[in-house]
């Protein structure tokens, strides 16, 4: 059970009536990476900084918490740590004296979440390897995530990565590296974990414990489905109302070949509203997947061929982020959308 949470305790990536990642010790998949750290430790080579990649939701931050709490408990050994144990304790309510975690949270009495990680904060955080740690062993600054970090806060942690002090570690995690400083990436040992696997994901969400409520067999299944290997994305699919925007996206694009623009415009009113942004990346996801279907379908024809939807996704793209960027309305960027995919396959249709 995730522990309880002040009103205004709120974390970047929180998700409702689940524990974050450090407050659970549980991990699914990702062996051969926790196996990289284990082998590395063993033979006294554990790299200063390590850079966690990989897509949102499939565990990056769970996996550094469990290699923080290892360390921190046993330095000697990295044994796993129960829950009940006095680290896993410290570590879920970040009250280790040798651990600090760079995260984008509210501060009490703040109405919003920050939209970057501040130098400031990097600067206090950095504060615990350059004093005396409040127990002997590794002093650990984990950042969740590094593309939270805005330019003068990568360089303050830059510096500290350049010249690192004993038995210091970082674990970075990193959604997209590549946006990096090719300077913070060269100084890691990349770890790139790759999506879980359906059963995986169904796995994990199928573990959470109440308050959440537990889904079905069927929709579970579904939603494991559409998560891309994402827990994250998973949980977002069990939302009837987003459940809903998915399956009415999908039967609209599986009759391209005669659009029912009826059903259409009311698809595009329902993601128009001033609420609807999940349901809109909902229904933006959808379309991604029957494109990349399609493309991989059609991929022994002619490239000319392949060209017009490859163009639709673009313009789509293009026209999504201006209507997000200027609070456009977001009806004709569907109602476009459908017009430009029914074109691009009735042209590749007729073609064939």
Known sequence: MPPERAPDDAEA????????????????????????????????????????????GIGKATLAYRVARRLLAD???????????????????????????????????AKTLPTRIPVDAVRRALDLFGSTAGTEGW????????????????????????????????????HAPGRLLPTIRS??????????????????????????????A??????????????????AM????????????ETLLARLDHPDWRRILALAEKLAGRDAEPL???????????????????????????????EVCDKFARAAREAAIYNLDRRPVVLALFTDLAGAISAGTARA
């Open 13 to 56: 990536g929180d998700l409702a009536d689940l524990p974050r990642p450090r407050e659970h010790t549980r991990l699914v998949g990702h062996a051969a990476a926790e196996a990289a750290f284990a082998q590395a430790h063993a033979a006294g080579r554990l790299h200063h900084a390590w850079l966690i990649a990989g897509p949102p």
């Open 238 to 249: 069990l939302d009837p109302g987003r459940a809903g925007i998915v399956a009415e996206t």
């Open 280 to 310: 809109f990346e909902a229904a933006c996801e959808t379309v991604s997947r029957f494109v990349s279907a399609e493309l991989d379908a059609r991929r022994h024809e002619p490239p000319a061929r392949l060209a017009a939807l490859v």
């Open 75 to 109: 330095p000697a050994g990295f044994s796993d740590v129960p829950p009940e144990h006095p680290t896993a304790r410290k570590v879920a309510a970040l009250s280790h004296p040798n651990l600090v975690a760079l995260r984008r949270h509210r501060a009490p009495g």
């Open 218 to 235: 069927e929709t579970l299944a579904r939603a494991a489905a559409l998560s891309e290997g994402s827990v994250a994305r998973a949980v």
């Open 139 to 174: 002093r650990i600054c984990l950042v969740d995530s590094a593309e939270d970090l805005n330019a003068n806060s990568a360089n303050a942690l830059l510096k500290m990565l350049e010249e690192p002090p004993p038995r210091a570690l970082f674990l970075i995690v990193a």
């Open 187 to 216: 100084r890691c040992r990349m770890l790139s974990l790759r999506p879980l696997a359906e059963a995986e994901v169904a796995e994990v969400v199928a573990g959470f414990s109440p308050p959440f409520p537990a889904p079905d």
